[in-house]
């Protein structure tokens, strides 16, 4: 064992100490420390003692912090035994005593072993006055109230005299100021095993006490100082809980203060403003959960934020979700249906956070759904499946009428071309997918497509855009990392502003005008016409050319990066887009002229245009994918796609609703 003993002035009692606890250990291997704050000769009688087994730590003045306690921390950290014995060094605890403490830490198996005066047979002799014996009792008194849990099993908090296994020590979290060091390594260091021997107190041999007024206001401060940092990151599951809705409760006040500044001062659509006031107040519980209410653990501050933003944002759909039918069905006003919303998600954002942000990886469905492909793959089926209906629905509609934005038909062949040839990750590429976050990520896009679906009129584009986003994310794969720049082409469907439509439309007419002269198509004023047959300007296929081109620059640039490869490839694919939209327009026309009007009826459905220009892309992205740059990173990094998403969907929700 490391017998430590602080001592200030003690040079009368370090030698009959050494010799007693020599006589007391016997042949039990040990050695002695001394953390000296002496200003006397102290330092040179220690150093003067016989034998290999005392070492002296003297601390000059000016480096004395934390008084007897700091030195006792001080002498844990030099001590090397496995059990480390703390004794002051006025001969009132009796070195005849240590080997009891030892022994019942090791028959008991103990983590701290404390020597007590009120334990059975244990006396207060060497306290002399009633007062002093009272202040004793008193001061272990409000240590025990202020403390329960951590000194149940304690009789004698304000004891100096204990044992305590080194490996339960962590010296970095102790924080002492003044005597009473036993109850700051018990209450920081979480010590759970604690047992008792009795002991006598005894009467000082030699020297003056340093009990004093000024000692127990110092230990007062102490105590409460103590308690109040014991506050912060409890360790019981109940404990966090409280401390996790507390810190709820302030945020949803925050929360309701920026909704309120957003929504009635600034006048924002008032689930764009639920949307943005939800970041404020998330940012804000940050702050104070991280800080006082949940253990670090080993991630850094930096990462458990961005965990924190990512994760709780998945939750944002859900919160926007009951917020909307509050105001719609309930026929609240959006503050008071908003804390309604906050206090439904609670106990959500609660298991989210303490499982993947500060906790461990879980267990049952979520673990199984996370684990086993098959699964997940399985559950992706089926919930792209069930929102089919919908989408086909929204999609029908184009084959034979040209709709008001790119056709969908382009996009997906071109994230088709691209998933197929960037199937198989490459060797140096790092494993960046994490599937507890994934998970919930793709959990979010799911209820975001479903609200895009039920809420939103003509969504289905936008739909598919986060069911696919969830589709990849459900992978649960290296793979699925890179997949996800598929989702950048569907976006391209959602182009309808007439500011490019027309422009489009009336140059591709020019331009199909010009080549066919002179006995080709003629314009008219309500499209080209050829031999009394009519492509009506509505039908022109100008803005699925430029949904084309767009589809062929992000494949470009997601395969090339963005350089001089990325730009010729996109100055060619254009080109060739526009000269098969010239060429396929003209061919519409032809074969109204050769085979009549029942085959112009035909042709002219956007539906063949459309192929023709899929069937284009694709063939530029299969080929560009064959050869990709070593040095390119292709994998989108998961939180980067799940913010641009969520971002995405406040906009979409916050504007339309």
């Known amino acids: 064992m490391s017998v430590v003993v602080p001592t200030r002035n003690e040079a009368e009692n370090v030698g009959p100490l050494v010799d007693r606890l020599r006589s007391a250990l016997g042949e039990t291997s040990g050695e002695i420390v001394f953390v000296d704050d002496s200003d006397d000769d102290t330092p040179a009688v220690i150093s003067a003692l016989p034998g290999d087994d005392v ?23 030099e001590a090397r035994a496995p059990w480390v014995v703390v004794m002051d060094g006025d001969l009132q605890h009796p070195p005849e005593a240590v080997p009891d403490l030892l022994a019942a830490g090791r028959d008991r198996t103990a983590q701290a072993v404390v020597a007590s005066r009120y334990r059975d047979r244990g006396r207060v002799d060497g306290l002399g006055s009633l007062f002093r014996r009272f202040a004793s009792r008193a001061t272990g008194l409000a240590a025990t109230i202020l403390f329960p849990r951590r000194l149940r099993a304690v009789t ?17 979290d102790l924080r002492p100021d003044g005597y009473k060091i036993l109850l700051e390594v018990l209450v920081r260091n979480r010590i759970e095993r604690i047992t008792e021997i009795p002991y006598v107190f005894q009467p000082r041999a030699a020297g003056d006490s340093k009990a004093s007024l000024r000692e127990g206001l110092r230990y007062a401060r102490h105590l409460a100082g103590l308690r109040l940092s014991t506050l912060r990151h409890p360790q019981s599951t109940s404990g966090r809980m409280l401390g996790f809705a507390l810190a709820g409760a302030a945020g949803a006040a925050v929360n309701s203060a920026a909704l309120w500044a957003l929504g009635e001062a600034a006048g924002l659509p008032y689930l764009l403003a639920a949307f943005l006031a939800v970041q404020v107040a998330i940012v804000w519980n940050f702050a104070v959960v991280d800080s006082l209410v949940m253990p670090p653990g080993k991630r850094t ?69 996370r684990r086993t492909a098959h699964v997940r793959l399985l559950l992706t089926v089926l919930l792209t499946a069930a929102a089919f209906p919908a989408l086909l629905a929204a999609g029908w509609d184009g084959v034979t009428q040209r709709g008001a934005a790119v056709p969908l038909i382009i996009p997906l062949v071109a994230a088709a071309a691209l998933v197929a040839g960037l199937l198989r990750p490459a060797g140096h590429e790092p494993d960046v997918h994490d599937r507890q976050t994934d998970g919930l990520i793709a959990t979010a896009c799911l209820v975001t497509a479903a609200a895009l679906l039920v809420l939103v ?32 082409l569907l976006p391209v469907a959602a182009l309808s502003s007439p500011a490019v439509r027309d422009p489009a439309d009336a140059a591709l007419r020019s331009v199909v005008e010009l080549l066919g002269r002179p006995a080709g ?95 284009t892309v694709g063939i530029f992205v299969t080929r560009w ?33």
């Open 521 to 615: 198509p003629v314009g008219g004023p309500d499209g080209l016409v050829v031999d009394g047959l009519v492509l009506p300007d509505q039908q022109l296929p100008g803005l699925a050319m430029i949904g084309a081109i767009l589809c062929l620059a992000i494949s470009a640039a997601v395969l090339s990066g963005f350089g001089r490869v990325t730009l010729v490839r996109t100055v060619t694919g254009t080109l060739t887009v526009i000269a098969v939209t010239v060429a396929a327009v003209l061919v519409v026309l032809l074969i109204g002229r050769i085979l009549g009007a029942d085959a112009f009826r035909v042709a002219q459905s956007p539906a063949v245009i459309d192929l023709v220009l899929a069937a």
């Open 457 to 488: 009129d003509a969504t289905g584009v936008a739909a598919l855009f986060y069911l696919g986003g969830a589709a990849v994310l459900l992978l649960g794969t290296r793979t699925a990392a890179r997949l996800r720049w598929a989702l950048l």
């Open 55 to 77: 070492r002296l730590v003297h601390r000059p003045a000016g480096a004395r912090d934390g008084g007897l306690g700091g030195a006792v921390a001080a002498g844990f950290t």
């Open 301 to 369: 501050r930096q990462h458990r934020f961005g965990r924190f933003l990512l994760l709780n944002n998945t939750l944002t759909p859900v919160h926007l979700g009951l917020l909307y039918l509050l105001v719609r069905l309930g026929e609240l006003h959006y503050l008071a249906a908003n804390l309604l919303a906050i206090v439904a998600v609670f106990l959500l954002r609660y298991v989210v956070t303490t499982s993947w942000v500060y906790g461990a990886s879980p267990a049952g469905l979520l673990h199984t759904i």
């Open 156 to 172: 004698d908090p304000m004891s100096g005299f204990f044992a305590i296994r080194r490996d339960a020590i962590r010296a970095g």
């Open 625 to 657: 994918s064959g050869v990709v740059s070593p040095q390119l990173r292709i994998y989108l990094p998961r939180a980067r796609f799940a913010l641009l998403t969520l971002t995405a969907v406040a906009a979409v929700l916050g504007g339309t609703l």
